[in-house]
């Protein structure tokens, strides 16, 4: 696979993207990669990025591995939206979300902003960057899943100002508005296992049960590895209980990204 760095796709927040393609070929789409740390630290250059990209290059996509704002406070915010931050904050913990406020608070919502911005850059450039289908992906780490499955749902007033996936794959993560789930939303598919002291399965459970209940296409798999960042070798070197390898079902999953699809 081919690199091409330090591309800067919003300018304002002075925000980068690493875009890794397949040798001597046009991506087929492109996946973005949106690196874990609670939203407060992490690079988009982890050694895990790396070795995902190299599994979509060699499946014909592109990957582009994001920097987004961390530490991203309630001052960032006009006032009215400081008032939704924390409504929405409220309710998630009314519906049993047992997480770290800071996990679904002001720099959540910095994330999936610049999460979005990131798509509506890939969608100009990305025939000039080298990629043929528009069909954008997330793949997201901890913090990173978090933010592209609530951009697949996102909050109500947020709906008109961000532009959503058509997919998404999520490790150690939840859906923290699982009150928005509906049946005609983007697939994601979530990846977690047992004793995960940053964001417990049962976090996961609670956004895939409601998802059961109002028909969304979303789908947890339960990998049977404890712990959080174990996750990542999980996927990229486990195997279902069915036989198939769990990056086979990452890349299946993506495969409604290629346009003839």
């Known amino acids: 696979m081919k690199c091409v760095s330090d591309i800067v796709y919003d300018p304002r927040h002075k925000l980068e993207l690493d875009l890794y393609l397949p040798d001597n070929l046009t991506a087929d789409a492109c996946v973005i990669y949106m690196h874990g740390g609670g939203f407060r630290r992490g690079h988009r250059s982890h050694v895990e990025a790396g070795h995902f990209a190299q599994r979509l290059t060699d499946a014909g996509y592109a990957m582009a591995a994001i920097s987004y704002r961390l530490r991203t406070d309630m001052s960032a915010f006009s006032e009215d939206d400081q008032a939704h931050i924390q409504a929405q904050i409220e309710r998630s913990e009314k519906v049993g979300l047992d997480l770290s406020p800071n996990l679904y608070g002001a720099s959540f919502v910095a994330a999936m902003e610049d999460l979005s911005n990131a798509i509506e850059y890939l969608w100009v450039e990305g025939e000039r960057l080298g990629i043929a289908s528009r069909k954008l992906g997330i793949l997201g780490i901890s913090a990173g899943g978090i933010a592209g499955?609530?951009?697949?749902?996102?909050?109500?007033?947020?709906?008109?100002?961000?532009?959503?996936?058509?997919?998404v794959v999520a490790l150690s993560a939840a859906i923290v508005h699982p009150w928005r789930l509906e049946p005609?939303?983007?697939?994601?598919?979530?990846?977690?296992?047992?004793?995960?002291?940053?964001?417990?399965?049962?976090?996961?459970?609670?956004?895939?049960?409601?998802?059961?209940?109002?028909?969304?296409?979303?789908?947890?798999?339960?990998?049977?590895?404890?712990?959080?960042?174990?996750?990542?070798?999980?996927?990229?070197?486990?195997?279902?209980?069915?036989?198939?390898p769990y990056m086979q079902l990452v890349l299946d999953q993506f495969a409604r990204l290629r346009d003839e699809v």
């Open 149 to 167: 499955l609530a951009l697949a749902y996102p909050p109500m007033p947020w709906v008109r100002r961000v532009s959503r996936p058509d997919a």
């Open 184 to 244: 005609n939303g983007p697939p994601c598919l979530m990846f977690h296992g047992p004793q995960d002291r940053i964001i417990d399965m049962g976090n996961a459970q609670l956004g895939a049960a409601r998802a059961q209940q109002v028909g969304a296409p979303v789908t947890l798999i339960d990998t049977k590895v404890k712990g959080h960042v174990t996750q990542v070798d999980a996927v990229l070197d486990g195997t279902h209980h069915d036989g198939t």
